[in-house]
Nanobody, 123 residues
Framework: QVQLVESGGGSVQVGGSLRLSCAAS????????MGWFRQAPGKEREGVAN????????LYADSAKGRFTISQDNAKNTLTLQMNSLKPEDTATYYC????????????????WGQGTQVTVSS
């Protein structure tokens, strides 16, 4: 079975940083997409960033560009989201996900999800 476990969430002040990690197992495809999504209370889940494990292509949501960095360590089967210059609007539960493609930031293309890790940014 495919398992995704997020970690690294917490509470941070405006302008601070957090590093989220996702430990993945059970997905053996040679080329696939891994992404980070987030969901705030009362809002729909939205894409943050993804990476195509095949050619290394990366997509960022406009809200993440210049502040967040997505990376994948294939040797450790770990997906990372480095978040800098955090803002209150970044407060959400963050999820990692895996899909076979197309590699987009829309949730229907990702059938496998972790349980999420909470990020709270206060001023």
């Amino acid at each position: 079975q495919v398992q995704l476990v997020e970690s690294g969430g917490g509470s941070v002040q405006v302008g601070g940083s957090l590093r989220l990690s996702c430990a993945a197992s059970g997905y053996t495809a040679r080329r696939y997409c891994m992404g980070w999504f987030r969901q705030a209370p009362g809002k729909e889940r939205e894409g943050v960033a993804n990476i195509f494990i095949g050619d290394g292509s990366i997509l960022y949501a406009d809200s993440a560009k210049g502040r967040f960095t997505i990376s994948q360590d294939n040797a450790k089967n770990t997906l990372t989201l480095q978040m800098n210059s955090l803002k209150p609007e970044d407060t959400a539960t963050y999820y990692c996900a895996i899909g076979s493609g197309p590699c987009t930031l829309t949730t229907p293309y990702y059938p496998y999800w972790g349980q999420g890790t909470q990020v709270t940014v206060s001023s």
